[in-house]
């Protein structure tokens, strides 16, 4: 059984930092595409970020300069560094494998999902 578990939410205010972990059992994100996706109240899901199993990295614009995605594989986890942030990031992040090696933002492929972890960035 695939189990993706995300942790590392909470509040901040703006300009602040959070650091997001999905740490992975029944699966090797050594060997799948790892993303991040978010939903903010009232809308829908949000691709974040994605890491390839080449480490090749990719972020939606409104992220870019502010996000780190990366990836250890010895500890099976990702992680999502966040920086500056903004009250328009408040959402459930959820983290996501698949489909296969390569990054897509198609969201329906997706194989396996975590539970969520909320960030709430308030002034």
């Known amino acids: 059984e695939v189990r993706l578990v995300e942790s590392g939410g909470g509040m901040v205010q703006p300009g602040g930092s959070l650091r997001l972990s999905c740490a992975a059992s029944?699966?090797?994100?050594?060997?799948?595409?790892m993303n991040w996706v978010r939903q903010a109240p009232g809308k829908g899901p949000e691709w974040v970020s994605g890491?390839?199993?080449?480490?090749?990295?990719t972020y939606t614009t409104s992220v870019k300069g502010r996000f780190t995605i990366s990836r250890d594989n010895a500890e099976n986890t990702v992680w999502l560094h966040m920086s500056r942030l903004e009250p328009e990031d408040t959402a459930v992040y959820y983290c996501?494998?698949?489909?296969?090696?390569?990054?897509?933002?198609?969201?329906?492929?997706?194989?396996?999902w975590g539970q969520g972890t909320q960030v709430t960035v308030f002034s």
């Open positions: 890491i390839s199993v080449d480490g090749f990295t």
């Open positions: 996501a494998a698949g489909p296969g090696v390569d990054l897509t933002q198609r969201q329906n492929l997706y194989a396996d």
């Open positions: 029944g699966l090797l994100i050594s060997s799948t595409a």
